[in-house]
């Protein structure tokens, strides 16, 4: 059974910086090309980031040059680091399979204000 727990949320002020985590068991994330994603409310869930298997990454624009996608295969986990964090970043985030996406986890909620 596949399961994709997400942490790392939280409130943080603007131009704060989070670090999300997503640790995946039942498959493995090297092998996989991994997105993370956000829903804000009222919004469609959108793409934020994606790693391929061979590390190669892409970034939606509106979070270019403020976060890094990254993989650490012995811990099965694939992390969002977001620095320089606006208030239309507040959102849940998500990670996936990028384009065979599994179950949804729960999501960690990220809060950017003041």
């Known amino acids: 059974q596949v399961q994709l727990v997400e942490s790392g949320g939280g409130l943080v002020q603007p131009g704060g910086s989070l670090r999300l985590s997503c640790v995946a068991s039942g498959m493995r994330v090297n092998i996989k090309t991994m997105g993370w994603y956000r829903q804000a409310p009222g919004k469609q869930r959108e793409l934020v980031a994606s790693?391929?298997?061979?590390?190669?990454?892409t970034y939606a624009n509106f979070v270019k040059g403020r976060v890094t996608i990254s993989r650490d295969n012995a811990k099965n986990t694939v992390y969002l680091q977001m620095n320089s964090l606006k208030p239309e970043d507040t959102a849940v985030y998500f990670c996936?399979?990028?384009?065979?996406?599994?179950?949804w986890g729960q999501g960690t909620q990220v809060t950017v204000s003041s």
């Open positions: 996936n399979v990028r384009y065979f996406p599994v179950d």
């Open positions: 790693i391929t298997s061979g590390g190669d990454t």
